[in-house]
């Protein structure tokens, strides 16, 4: 899409949100220009898969964003994630948390986190399975240099968006019940879930953060 094009398409998609519903642009294979042009048009929050990815486009960039990495943490590459993110999205085991406080006690800094729900319960996706929700935030919660402030799902793979409802529910269902139980230094502020073809589903469903590449950018040239 022409830069121009581009902006206009992505003020529309904003005027149609819902004022509680904030959208992070996916932006994994995208140019520098292609992000400048989003974020022009009034994104605020950028998210990555990879680290490598964040870095060579956050140097070329100049915007006041949020950068949140919202693919899966490998532990040896905390360090770099602390120093890049504003917020990791993908929290999904104590030991990783653990990890994200120690470089942040080095680096004074305090990071905020999303727990990713493996909602679906397939074997071979990151994210806590739904019943260890819980025991896992009020561990997380302990660690004095983060911040849990929501929780963060893809669900499955599947053809029917309308088929993705059951898994949102059961995670605005979690999300609410953490909200609850008042748990000290956890806020349930941030549900981050629905992608380019399950974004209106999830937004009935209770999100307050969806997560769009293709119907931002249009289609990605690269598989991924
Ligand atoms: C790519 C990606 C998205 C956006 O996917 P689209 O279908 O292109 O909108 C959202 N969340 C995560 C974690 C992604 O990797």
Request: with cysteine.
């Amino acid at each position: 899409m022409e830069k121009e094009q581009l902006a206009e398409h992505v003020r529309k998609i904003l005027a149609s949100l819902p004022s509680h519903v904030t959208l992070e642009a996916a932006a994994k294979t995208r140019t520098a220009e292609e992000v400048q042009a989003v974020i022009e048009a009034g994104v605020t929050v950028v998210g990555y898969n990879y680290l490598q990815e964040a870095e060579g486009i956050k140097t070329r960039v100049q915007a006041d964003v949020r950068w949140h990495l919202i693919g899966h943490l490998q532990k040896n590459k905390v360090k770099k994630a602390v120093e890049l993110f504003d917020m990791i999205e993908t929290i999904d085991s104590l030991t990783l948390a653990e990890a994200v406080n120690t470089h942040c006690e080095r680096l004074d800094k305090i990071m905020p986190l999303l727990i990713e729900v493996n909602s679906g319960r397939e074997a071979n996706k990151s994210g806590v399975l739904p019943e260890e929700v819980i025991p896992l935030v009020r561990r997380i919660a302990q660690l004095p240099q983060v911040r849990i402030q929501g929780l963060m799902t893809m669900g499955p793979l599947l053809d029917d968006p309308q088929r993705l409802r059951l898994y949102f529910k059961l995670v605005r269902e979690i999300y609410q019940e953490i909200q609850t139980l008042n748990i000290p230094s956890v806020e349930m502020k941030v549900l981050s879930m629905g992608m380019s073809d399950s974004y209106l589903v999830a937004i009935k469903e209770g999100a307050t953060q969806v997560r769009l590449g293709t119907l931002l950018f249009g289609p990605r040239d690269i598989s991924f």
